[in-house]
């Protein structure tokens, strides 16, 4: 069974920072490309942000680019999501998810998510 947990995630005021982190012990974490995504209350989950296997190459969508960092360490298995500027806006449970590709394509697992609440 694959798990990915993900951590980091709170309360915090608007203009404030967080990271999140999500890592494994069951994926060979370096064959997988890697994503963040996040789905607020009456939304549809949404795209965030995503990593290649090797972190060479990233992607964030535009309501985060300028602000939300993602990247990886192949050595801790482990993928984060630096947040900052943050807005109520983006109050949503933020999940990680894993593609079997060199670079993000559509999502093979799914963590848990966690729980980021952005105070105006």
């Known amino acids: 069974q694959v798990h990915l947990v993900e951590s980091g995630g709170g309360l915090v005021q608007a203009g404030g920072s967080l990271r999140l982190s999500c890592a494994t012990s069951?994926?060979?974490?370096?064959?997988?490309?890697m994503a963040w995504f996040r789905q607020a209350p009456g939304k549809e989950r949404e795209f965030v942000a995503a990593i290649s296997r090797t972190g060479s190459s990233t992607r964030h969508s535009d309501s985060v680019k300028g602000r939300f960092t993602i990247s990886r360490d192949n050595a801790k298995n482990t993928v984060y999501l630096e947040m900052n500027m943050l807005k109520p806006e983006d109050t949503a449970v933020y999940y990680c998810?894993?593609?079997?590709?060199?670079?993000?394509?559509?999502?093979?697992?799914w963590g848990q998510g966690t729980q980021v609440t952005v105070s105006s």
């Open positions: 069951t994926l060979t974490f370096s064959t997988y490309s």
């Open positions: 998810a894993a593609d079997h590709s060199r670079y993000w394509s559509s999502p093979d697992y």
